[in-house]
């Protein structure tokens, strides 16, 4: 019995850390190549909705955009993306920050905390992924986010990520440009290794690693990746699957206060 509500209590906790941080990876995004005004249900069943905005345009660029991400056209246009509302408050915030399309001209966002600003980004005209954070908002309660292009220059915005009230100030590490060696034309006698860029904003990444299995949800194999700079490669490839499989894996990065990000899952299959 002790054992069984040692249980319970641990999943109280661990969901209590769950909503007291959260993110937006724009995956479940529905814009599309025209500026428009819409809506879609993201991460934790946040509703996003976004106004003049369209996708990232397949990252024409090269900024090393994890696509898909969102494209905030002017400010005369009222270009902006905000959330529903979310409960336990914020304390930190960041979000990526990319250039669209090719015109010169600085870009430039504004963060708003339930209506009330709480900061711009510095301005930008280059190919750069730039990351704009706000720390010691600190706000309690029920909130809403929103970010504005305040430019009439077209900016791209993806990785969405905020720290709950009272949530110590870990921004959680992110995950983006997953590579797939080979990515395409994989055999039965074909092994493969997954790359990826992982960054930590206020820490450091203390373990990236690579979970694997033949089950869309399930992934009882772990292959723990190495890095050369932000980059971290498996250090063993998944093994040759026989034909017909299909393989789902998943990158999960820890940071120094054990925050950690899971990526997207992605599928290959075996021919």
């Excluded at 791209?156 to 009272?166: A, F, K, L, P």
């Amino acid at each position: 019995m002790l054992r069984k509500w040692i249980l319970i209590f641990s999943l109280v906790l661990s969901l209590g850390f769950v909503w007291a941080q959260g993110s937006e990876d724009f995956t479940n995004s529905n814009a599309t190549t025209n500026y428009t005004n819409g809506s879609f249900v993201g991460n934790n069943g946040i509703t996003w909705t976004y106004v003049a905005s369209r996708d990232e345009n397949g990252d024409a660029n090269g900024s090393g955009i994890a696509i898909p991400a969102l494209m905030l056209r002017r400010v005369s246009d009222n270009s902006a993306v905000s959330s529903s509302t979310i409960g336990g408050g914020i304390g930190n915030f960041s979000v990526k920050l990319y250039k669209g399309f090719t015109g010169g001209g600085d870009r430039k966002v504004e963060l708003f905390v339930n209506g009330v600003s709480k900061g711009t980004s510095t301005p930008f005209d280059d190919f750069d992924e730039h990351i704009f954070a706000v720390n010691g908002i600190n706000i309690a309660g029920d909130i809403t986010i929103e970010i504005k292009n305040i430019t009439s220059k077209q900016v791209i915005v993806d990785d969405i990520s905020w720290t709950g009230y009272g949530a110590g100030g870990n921004l959680l590490p992110s995950i983006t440009n997953i590579t797939q060696t080979p990515s395409t034309d994989i055999t039965s006698s074909t092994s493969v290794s997954v790359a990826a860029d992982v960054t930590d904003t206020d820490g450091t990444i203390t373990s990236v690693q690579l979970k694997w299995g033949t089950e869309t949800g399930l992934y009882p194999n772990t292959i723990n990746m190495s890095a050369v700079g932000s980059t971290y490669t498996t250090v063993t490839d998944i093994p040759a699957q026989a034909n017909g499989s299909t393989v789902f894996y998943v990158i999960q990065a820890t940071d120094n206060e054990a925050g950690f990000t899971t990526s997207s899952e992605i599928t290959y299959s075996v021919y």
